[in-house]
């Protein structure tokens, strides 16, 4: 039996908004939960609304990270923090944290699936990843954990944010605040999941060639720095596209990369340029792969959530859906704008309004590529994408 | 030879071929070259557009930023349209309250035993009680907002109206009497309001004295009467004793004589006290100056002077007498009241003087238009925690009643009047056991 309840508060003060927004979260589930998860504003100091959630839940295993806003039930909110009981009877739940995200992502993601795995029960159907949002390589940390849980094992989950301000992510585990970690959970026992990715950007312009590369930082396209791409599409010189991060004016142009069994492209945040025309991006691309350069329209993207929420429905295989996260990518937020709720309702739409909903814009979404389970599931590290999981029985 | 144009056919048909291929190879190129053109084309347009829809995205996102700030503007906004609401309400709350507390003011007012009248800034009737309506005869209603002008049309307010305003101004502050008709006897008092230092009106107050008024005739008819019936035979035991001192009726011993003076000296007190009550009382029924006569201030002084001659000689006291110019003006004056003030200064002044001297002086000062005249003695003086006493009816100071147990205290009771109603003044400076000073002012 799966029963959810979130909560949610933007009380001024950061324990109070815990409390109040943990202690709602646990009544709606039913008095009690088996996991705790919590997504929080950076504009609250850190530790106090950890604080405060622990005080209503107590010795309750708890997961989650900053962000850069909210998602309940309710809609797409900011600058407050949102927690998710999960009481799951036949469900088991086991943490495992893996630090130096910084330094070797691939080895923080080994690491957390590492200690989770070893501090199971049972094996485990599905893991769920939070990710540091600004720590070295995203798609590292993946492949990491895929090093140990198995190359076609489903993994979901996102990254870290901080506001927007791209200086210094969060993650939570249990009582503590930690920053360039990789937390993993492991769920097993008896329930059923549907995955969902979709983004609805669309290709723009010739392909072109991924000609030097190393991890996430990309240097030469064609032959040429790789920032070159950005001046001709955006008719911008160089120093303007460096003196700030390029994330800020290419969120919604992000390079696309053909991927093997995905019928989109897989995207890659521009995070930074620097004056040797290099472009640091918030997962690797692979020399020699085929990029495009990648245009959003609102439209398209809020059809996309809709078509994710529909292949995780399907998924479901019929059972009801008990709970729903969504990891969805801050571009989306920055390219819809005011009409950011109708991305939220497309899902509903789908999934039912009355579903717990819990979930936070990211910095980078991990989830199998199209959103495919069984022996094609292959889980990838995303951008500007809309990764959802529901959890029914 | 066949064989050779055969051969030379094919090499024909050969050429063609390659002609023809090369032909095509060339159009192909030309194609791919089109094509090739075609595609930079498309991927020239493409950047345009990404470049428009950069622009396209930049703006919208400082339209949401402005929305955004809009947003937040509007929130402020009705906060402080909440913030405005509330004070209101409070506002409302305490208005409710002060409109409370002023009903329950006017009912105070209303219900009051005094008659109230309160006069506005630019002085208009804006409030009567209804014992405005038992003195007058007159509704609140009918002169509610009216000026004073307007006031003065009513007939049972003409005294009222023209005894609070002088030159239809309201006096700041007076008490008077006011008689009307003929038993009502008011005492109007009117107040200036005032805060924080802005006039807010003036408040009459009359309170009905008609009874003290009454009280006060018996009291003082009873007085005069009684005072009035005791001097004739006080009189007639005067010039009994007389005769008998002087021998007129027969020899009386020397003893006898001693006994007789005494008696006769009580005699003269007796009558003092009846004289001096029967001035009091008649200052009470203000009736007090009867004839005024124009005389010289120099002669008046000279004569109250001469009174005191033999007790001068008697006490061995020096006496100084400074007269005033003889071209002083002449004053209206009732000569006899005149007179008897400066004695009862000039008797306290020997009365309470053991050693040392007493000065009667008059000087006329031009500038002020005035005389002052000033009765100095050595004598006891008055206790300071006294003085403000000294002038009331039937006070005798505490050092007084030591050293001297003669006088009636009225004496100054009766100085006071008569100097105020000659439109003077009197006031006095003395230390105790050094001496007293008394002045008094006459206006020319």
Not at chain 2, 267 to 284: A, S, W, Y
Not at chain 2, 309 to 315: A, G, N, Q, R
Request: charge should be negative.
């Amino acid at each position: 039996m799966i029963k959810a309840g979130v909560g949610r508060s933007n009380n001024i003060s950061a324990i109070e908004a815990g409390e109040e927004a943990c202690s709602k979260a646990i009544g709606e589930a039913g008095g009690k939960a088996d996991l705790i998860i919590v997504f929080s504003t950076v504009a609250y100091e850190q530790k106090e609304v950890i604080e405060g959630v622990k005080s209503v839940s107590k010795e309750i295993p708890l997961v989650g990270c900053s962000d850069a806003g909210e998602i309940t039930t309710q809609g797409p909110t900011s600058k407050g923090v949102a927690v998710m009981a999960l009481q799951a009877h036949g469900m088991e739940f086991s943490v495992g944290v893996g630090n130096g995200a910084d330094k070797d992502s691939f080895s923080a993601g080994k690491s957390a699936a590492e200690e989770a795995k070893r501090k199971a029960k049972e094996p485990f159907s599905l893991f769920l990843m939070f990710l540091d949002g600004l720590a070295e390589n995203g798609a590292a940390a993946v492949r990491g954990a895929q090093s140990i849980l198995g190359e076609n094992f489903p993994i979901m989950g996102g990254s870290a944010g901080d506001d927007f301000l791209f200086k210094k992510t969060y993650q939570y585990c249990d009582g503590q605040v930690l920053t360039n970690t990789v937390i993993g959970v492991g769920l097993s026992g008896d329930f059923i999941f549907g995955v969902g990715v979709r983004h609805g950007w669309e290709p723009v312009g010739l392909p072109m060639k991924a000609t030097k590369s190393q991890g996430g930082k990309l240097i030469e396209i064609d032959n040429r720095p790789a920032l070159s791409i950005y001046e001709d599409y955006f008719g911008k010189k160089a120093e303007d596209l460096t003196k700030e991060p390029i994330a800020r004016m290419a969120y919604t142009y992000p390079l696309g990369l053909s991927v093997q069994g995905s019928p989109e492209l897989l995207l890659r945040d521009v995070i930074i340029a620097n004056e040797k025309g290099e472009i640091t991006c918030a997962a690797e691309i692979p020399e020699g792969s085929e990029i495009r350069l990648m245009m959003g329209d609102s439209e398209k993207a809020i059809k996309a959530a809709k078509e994710a929420a529909q292949n995780a429905l399907s998924q479901l295989k019929g059972s009801l859906p008990k709970a729903i996260f969504v990891f969805n990518c801050i571009a989306r937020h920055k390219l819809l704008g005011m009409k950011i709720g109708e991305e939220i309702t497309a899902i509903q739409d789908v999934l039912g309004k009355e579903v717990p909903l819990i979930g936070f814009y990211t910095y980078g979404e991990l989830a199998p590529l199209g959103g495919m389970l069984g022996p094609t599931c292959r889980p990838a590290f995303h951008n500007e994408t809309m990764a959802l999981l529901v959890l029914g029985e | 030879m066949q064989k050779k144009e055969t051969l030379q056919a094919i090499i024909t048909d050969l050429d063609r071929a390659i002609k023809m291929l090369v032909r095509k190879d060339f159009e192909l190129s030309g194609i791919k070259e089109k094509r090739e053109a075609e595609l930079m084309e498309l991927d020239h347009i493409a950047k345009l557009l990404v470049r428009r829809d950069l622009e396209l995205t930049q703006i919208k996102e400082r339209r949401e930023d402005e929305f955004q700030e809009l947003e937040e503007r509007t929130k402020e906004l009705e906060e402080s349209k909440q913030a405005l609401l509330n004070i209101l309400e409070d506002v409302e709350e305490s208005r409710m309250l002060a409109e409370e507390e002023k009903n329950k003011t006017l009912a105070l007012i209303a219900n009051f035993s005094d008659g109230v009248l309160f006069f506005d800034s630019k002085n208009k009737l804006s409030l009567a009680n209804i014992k405005v309506q038992d003195f007058f005869n007159i509704k609140p209603d009918e002169i509610i907002g009216s000026s004073l002008e307007e006031l003065n049309k009513f007939e049972s307010l003409k005294t009222l109206i023209s005894l609070i305003s002088s030159g239809l101004k309201i006096l700041a502050k007076t008490r008077e009497e006011l008689v009307l008709g003929s038993s009502l006897v008011l005492e109007v008092s009117t107040v200036s309001i005032e805060l924080e230092e802005q006039k807010l009106g003036t408040l009459l107050i009359l309170h009905d004295i008609t009874r003290e008024k009454s009280v006060e005739r018996l009291k003082t008819e009873f007085v005069a009467i009684a005072a009035h019936q005791l001097r004739t035979p006080l009189s007639a035991i005067k010039w009994t004793l007389r005769m008998f001192l002087d021998g007129d009726i027969g020899d009386v011993s020397e003893t006898q004589s001693e006994f007789l003076q005494k008696t006769y000296d009580s005699n003269e007190r007796m009558i003092n006290l009846v004289n001096d009550l029967l001035n009091v009382t008649r200052i009470e029924e203000g009736k007090f100056l009867q004839k005024t006569q124009k005389c010289n201030i120099v002669d008046l002084l000279k004569e109250a002077a001469k009174s005191i001659e033999d007790i001068i000689m008697k006490k061995n006291l020096n006496f100084n007498l400074v007269l005033p110019d003889k071209n002083s003006p002449e004053l209206n004056m009732d000569k006899e009241k005149i007179i008897l003030a400066i004695q009862n200064l000039l008797e306290n002044a020997v009365s309470y003087t053991k050693i040392g001297e007493v000065i009667l002086s008059g000087a006329y000062d031009i500038a002020q238009k005035r005389f002052l005249i000033k009765v100095q003695d050595s004598g006891i003086g008055i206790p300071k925690e006294q003085h403000t006493r000294v002038f009331s009816r039937f006070f005798r100071s505490s050092n007084a009643l030591k050293t001297e147990t003669e006088g009636t205290g009225l004496g100054l009771f009766i100085a006071k009047n008569i100097i105020e109603a000659h439109g003077g003044k009197i006031w006095f400076e003395s230390v105790e056991g050094k001496g007293t000073t008394f002045y008094f002012t006459l206006p020319a």
